[in-house]
Each structure stands twice: as structure tokens, then as C-alpha cells.
């Protein structure tokens, strides 16, 4: 597929979703095309021994992050590389833009755990107007070979010490970074923009690399911050909440 941006993702990554909203309203008034693609969290770490260095909740949300990519590999295999945008809305929608309610006492773990699960994905696929069928994919450890080659191919267009999303501009011969990172989603009248100064960085054959470790929780009701509050900033020392690199 030729399109103008190639967004890898994994559906577990706020930032990622963050970028991805602000992709789609630049979609909308540039008219661009977007090939959604693959990058998994769960398999960049595989060798990473997740008790050590993460938070104790991020193994169960990284693996929950593989379960619902193996979802969106059979999709697009069997619906076309078109019903991976809406199934990814879907996801984003209902993980970040769904404030818990106030009878929800799950842990923050089993909150994360809950994602990877039929429980969750159906109403999801349903929603996207998608077969409830394609939830027998969680389980399916044969998508993870096309996601593995998917995540190895964002990842040797950046180099390895990235996170997610990665966006390959003006693919093939563009380059690509990881980010833009954002907390905050732009107005739609400074969304393009903020667009353009980053595609006319990404031009800039010799730029690369424009970093702060320094973070705000994204506005997004999972996090309770709402579009007038900053939310409380966190250093994402290495791109992640690694506890020790």
C-alpha cells in the first residue's frame, strides 16, 4: 500500500493514541493516507526482564498489547489494510477515552490484564461492525511472526532505543522517528500546523533527534486529566517507565 504516513502502534500505548487523534485530524483537513501498521511492546521487550525493570502492571498491559495486535494481523488479513483504522479508533476509545466508573475497584493491573480479553474485545469488534470470530486471534501465537517482522521493520528505520508510535513519513524513501510525542491534543485550527514544522524537520536530511524525558500524563479520561488540566509530569527516562535501563 502507498500512503503518505505509515503509523506503527500498539494499541496499549497512550502516547501512541495520543499522536495517533492528532494524525487523524491532519488526515482530515490535508487529506492524507495512513497505512496503520504493527510495533509491539510485548515483543521489543521480550528479553527484558519485566520484574526488574518496569512497574508491576506493565508485563500484563504489554502482553494484553500483543493479544489485541494479533486481533488487528487477522483483520487486516481477512478485511483489508482499510479496517485496521476503525478497529484501532475502537481500542483507543474504549482503553483511554472511557474514564473508569465509580463502582470500578480493579487494580490498575487487572484493568491492564482485562484488555486482552474476549470479555473486552467483543462489544469492541462489534462496534467496529468486524465478526465476533476474530477474537479467537488472542490466543493465536501464529500473527506474532507478522508482528515481530512489522515491529523489526519500524525499529531499523530509527534504531532500537525508541518507543511507540513510530511514524515513517513519506514512505518508502522518507524518514522516520519515533514520536511526535504529545500530551495534548492541538486545536483542529493548529493541528496542521504543528504537522508541518515536524514534516519540515523530517525533510531536513541531517535532523535527528529532538528530546525531553520530561512528560505530562496525557489528557485522557483513563488518566482522569481532563483537556484543562496538565497533566503531572513523569520522566520517561530511555522512552519508557523502565525502572532501571
Known sequence: MDADINFYFDPVCPFAWMTSKWVRQVQKQRDYTVDWRFIS??????RVDY????PPEYEAGHTAGLRLLRVAARTRAEHGREAV???YAAFGTHIFDTAPGPDDHRTEGE??????????????LAEAGLPLELAEALDDESWDREIQQETDEALSLTGKDVGTPIIHFEPPTGVAFFGPVISRLPHEDVAVELWDHVV???RFPGF???KRSLREQPQLAAFGVDTDTAGKQEDWHGGSRRQKK
Open 41 to 46: 511492546l510485548r515483543l521489543i521487550n521480550a
Open 51 to 54: 520484574d526488574a525493570h518496569f
Open 200 to 202: 519540515a524537520l523530517a
Open 111 to 124: 484493568v491492564r490484564e482485562l484488555r486482552g480479553t474476549r470479555e473486552f474485545l467483543e462489544p469492541i
Open 208 to 210: 535527528a533527534e529532538l
Open 85 to 87: 483504522a476503525p478497529l
